[in-house]
T-cell receptor, first 115, second 110 residues
Framework: GAGVSQSPRYKVAKRGQDVALRCDPI?????LFWYQQALGQGPEFLTY????????KSGLPSDRFFAERPEGSVSTLKIQRTQQEDSAVYLC?????????????FGEGSWLTVV | DAKTTQPTSMDCAEGRAANLPCNHS???????VYWYRQIHSQGPQYIIH???NNETNEMASLIITEDRKSSTLILPHATLRDTAVYYC???????????FGTGTRLKVLA
């Protein structure tokens, strides 16, 4: 596709349930980012991949959050045992290369509501 | 850590220029300044980015001060569809982490 694609667009999970959020970056893009955006706040960095390597996971809020990009293209963000505070929009972004100065393209986000 | 500071909100009359400031005094020498905007329920939309020189594209102009500690995004003829939250972001030096601030909520008034 032309842009970053995320699915599902909306997800309602019961507290304690596991969820998986998928990101299809722009074809050929080396860099992939995950961000979390709470209501009324700016996006906050979660993790970064360069191809299949997860080079920075400093923003993951707990060990319940796990991200992977096994073949260097599609990425999945998994949240285990969801809690109400996990309710947020999860944004995926990609860029052609890792160096600063490359345009970063964001997807529309996956809206997660934990009830 | 890199950090950006922006006014919380601004109003602009339709057809006039909107000038949105950003302070990024801790930016390192090789890092770019990026501007994005976000309309409710959508992902951030890229606007423009720059390093040292002023930049212009079909959407906006970016003016960066000589010391690179601040910048201004200029929307030359604001329309109602430009109503959004505007973020300037910078990367933390030596990392891959791009930091969003709280953003400026721009309201374009008819």
């Amino acid at each position: 596709g032309a842009g970053v694609s995320q699915s599902p667009r909306y997800k309602v999970a019961k507290r304690g349930q596991d969820v998986a959020l998928r990101c299809d970056p722009i074809s050929g893009h080396v860099s992939l980012f995950w961000y979390q955006q709470a209501l009324g706040q700016g996006p906050e960095f979660l993790t970064y991949f360069q191809n299949e390597a997860q080079l920075d996971k400093s923003g993951l809020p707990s060990d319940r959050f796990f991200a992977e990009r096994p073949e260097g293209s599609v990425s999945t963000l998994k949240i285990q045992r969801t809690q109400q505070e996990d309710s947020a929009v999860y944004l995926c972004a990609s860029s052609l290369a890792a160096s600063s100065g490359n345009t970063i393209y964001f997807g529309e986000g996956s809206w997660l509501t934990v009830v | 850590d890199a950090k950006t500071t922006q006014p919380t909100s601004m109003d602009c009359a339709e057809g006039r220029a909107a000038n949105l400031p950003c302070n990024h005094s801790t930016i390192s020498g090789n890092e770019y300044v990026y501007w994005y905007r976000q309309i409710h329920s959508q992902g951030p939309q890229y606007i423009i980015h720059g390093l040292k020189n002023n930049e212009t594209n079909e959407m906006a102009s970016l003016i960066i001060t000589e010391d690179r500690k601040s910048s201004t995004l200029i929307l030359p003829h604001a329309t109602l569809r430009d109503t959004a939250v505007y973020y300037c972001i910078v990367r933390v030096e030596g990392t891959y982490k791009y930091i969003f601030g709280t953003g400026t909520r721009l309201k374009v008034l008819a």
